[in-house]
């Protein structure tokens, strides 16, 4: 996203291999909190996750994963991804992985919100967010971006997930 601010409080930028960079990947990816409704933590290492980002971005420059910084000077607060669901036709995937000390702050909503509306004047018409079961606040997210709940799958990545859906404002059904 090339440094636009999604929202006055945020800006949206690469992850970077710098010290401060990876020890907060490396932070937020080892808590137990977060990894419970991701498949793991980076195979690889953070540093290895850095370029395979750089590589989703590399395929297709609408998709990244990004770092989300508060412009009011503290931590990183997560990861932001916009990127192309595995095993999918071209539906793209908005996630989010906050860091447990920014949970709370409407950072995840206010991030993915920025990238969506990003995706849908890149011409995307639609964006996906798949959530694993017992993720209420990621539940909660999909909600105050107005996503649509289409139910439980294991289409995009062979385990359960609930599936949401939000469509440009322009694209009918």
């Known amino acids: ?18 010290d401060d960079d990876l020890a907060r990947l490396e932070d937020l990816y080892s808590r137990p909190e977060v990894l419970r409704f991701l498949s793991g933590p980076p ?15 590399a395929a297709d420059g609408r998709a990244g994963c990004w770092a989300v910084q508060p412009l009011d000077g503290g931590p990183v607060a997560g990861t932001l991804l916009l990127k192309p669901l595995p095993n999918g036709v071209g539906e793209f995937e908005v ?3 906050l860091h447990p000390d920014s949970w709370g702050r409407g950072y995840a ?3 993915a919100g920025g990238v969506v509306q990003r995706a849908f004047e890149d011409g995307l018409p639609e964006v996906y967010a798949v959530v694993r079961p017992g993720n209420e606040r990621s539940v909660a997210v999909c909600r105050r971006l107005g996503m649509d709940p289409l139910g439980r799958t294991t289409r995009w990545y062979g385990v359960e997930c609930e599936a949401f859906r939000l469509s440009a404002p322009d694209v009918v059904d």
């Open 1 to 18: 996203m090339g440094g636009a601010a999604a929202d006055p409080r945020l800006l949206i930028r690469a992850w970077t291999t710098s």
């Open 43 to 57: 195979s690889g290492g953070v540093a290895a996750l850095v370029g395979r980002w750089d590589a989703v971005h």
């Open 95 to 97: 996630g989010w992985h």
């Open 109 to 111: 909503t206010e991030a």
